[in-house]
């Protein structure tokens, strides 16, 4: 298989807008305490930059949910890895590296909604809204992109291109 990546997002422009998020993230929890909970695996490169630049008091949880046994896909979405922590009363920023038809999402939302958290923010790096099959939005978004196979910063092909310090269209 001959594979070629064209740059779509520069690691100059993901770093920047990094940076506009944890600002926009510092601005709304001033003074509190938030649990920023990555999505695995995909979404480790892009909460590690973001907290990082966050001016709060940080806690870091992961979570990991999957719709597939082994390689066929089930159709329902289940925690592979689940949260090791109470929500209950906590401020919850949620970070997603793509928010693509929208189920995985909205499935860990309404989880979280049910432990009563103080609140939920929900944070994606990339936004594809043409793919979209449930009705959930992110409330941070980093860049909006076209109905397009990526990869890079995160996100991988067969576990491939996660190490690339750009967002790339992967063409076959």
């Known amino acids: 298989m001959n594979e070629k ?23 709304c929890y001033s003074g509190e305490t938030v649990t920023m909970l990555c999505t695995l695996k ?22 990991r949910i999957s719709s597939y046994d082994g390689t066929e896909s089930t159709g329902k979405l289940k925690m592979k890895y689940p949260l090791e922590c109470s929500v209950k009363g906590k401020h919850i920023i949620v970070t ?5 038809t ?14 009563e958290p103080a609140s939920i923010k929900l ?4 936004d594809k809204p043409d793919r979209r099959i449930v ?6 978004v980093g860049f909006t992109i ?13 576990q491939k291109y996660r190490n690339l310090p750009y967002i790339g269209v992967l063409e076959q």
């Open 146 to 158: 076209p109905d397009k196979f990526i990869v890079g910063y995160g996100l991988d092909h067969d």
């Open 96 to 100: 997603e590296d793509i928010l693509d």
């Open 135 to 140: 009705d959930i939005s992110a409330d941070y």
């Open 42 to 63: 995909g979404a480790v490169v892009f909460t590690a930059d973001l907290i990082r630049k966050l001016t709060l008091d940080t806690r870091l949880e992961f979570v």
């Open 123 to 126: 944070v994606t790096l990339l």
């Open 5 to 27: 990546i064209s740059v779509l997002i520069s690691e100059e422009k993901i770093k920047k807008r990094v940076d506009e998020l944890a600002a926009q993230l510092s601005e």
């Open 102 to 115: 929208g189920r995985t999402l909205k499935f860990l939302h309404e989880q979280l909604k049910a432990q």
